[in-house]
Each structure stands twice: as C-alpha cells, then as structure tokens.
C-alpha cells in the first residue's frame, strides 16, 4: 500500500488541525493505521494508532484528550484531528500502516507516507 499524507501547516497555539493520509489499494481496510511525529534532532516518536476496524485506538500520552486519530475505509483515509495544539506538536507528522499489528513501535509498521510538516506558534 502506498500512503500519502497532507494537511499540514502553520497555526497558532491552540489551534486544530485534521492531518489526512490516503492510502492506494483496496485493501487498505485490513490494514492498521498509525500517526508518527520527528522533531529535528529527535527520534522518531509515535503519536496515534488504530485497529483495522476502528474499535481500538492508542495515544502518546502526551496527546490524549488533544488529538483523535480515525478512519473512513470507504475512503482509503486516515485522519489525525489534532486540537489545543501546543509549539512541542511542532514536527513532521508521519502515516503508517501495519498488516498484522500496532504498537509504539515503528519497526512494527510495514508502510510510511512522505510526512507532512505541522508548525505551532506561540
């Protein structure tokens, strides 16, 4: 599967916004989808996942409460609505989509989209 993702930008602290990643294939149902971020000069850290279904979803803790992560498989679409941004949110914000599982581990996942650069300004 091949994914992409977008909606990415600049906002103000306390701002939202939805982060998009299409994904090719017609499979993209079974697959799990996740949300990772990268700081420059930080390992890649995870943010958001969920099962193939929907019915399951994990968070950082650092973003439980801001962000939701979810999914329209009719769409091939995942998204991260991420609200009360904080300046720390700033990063490339990553999707990825894992065939058999989803952890906070990203040597787990099998596919990465190119990222997309989110900035939060104080």
């Known amino acids: 599967v091949q994914l992409q993702a977008f909606g990415g930008g600049l906002v103000q602290a306390g701002g939202s916004l939805r982060l998009s990643c299409a994904a090719s294939?017609?499979?993209?149902?079974?697959?799990?989808m996740g949300w990772f971020r990268q700081s420059p000069g930080k390992e890649r850290e995870f943010v958001a996942a969920?099962?193939?279904?929907?019915?399951?979803?994990l968070y950082v803790d650092s973003v439980k409460g801001r962000f939701t992560i979810s999914r329209e498989n009719g769409k091939n679409t995942a998204y991260l609505q991420m609200s009360s941004l904080k300046p720390e949110d700033t990063a490339v914000y990553y999707c990825?989509?894992?065939?058999?599982?989803?952890?906070?581990?990203?040597?787990?996942?099998?596919?990465w989209g190119q990222g997309t650069q989110v900035t939060v300004s104080s």
């Open positions: 969920m099962s193939w279904s929907g019915g399951s979803t």
């Open positions: 990825a989509a894992s065939e058999y599982e989803y952890s906070a581990t990203s040597g787990s996942w099998d596919y």
């Open positions: 294939g017609r499979t993209f149902k079974r697959y799990r």
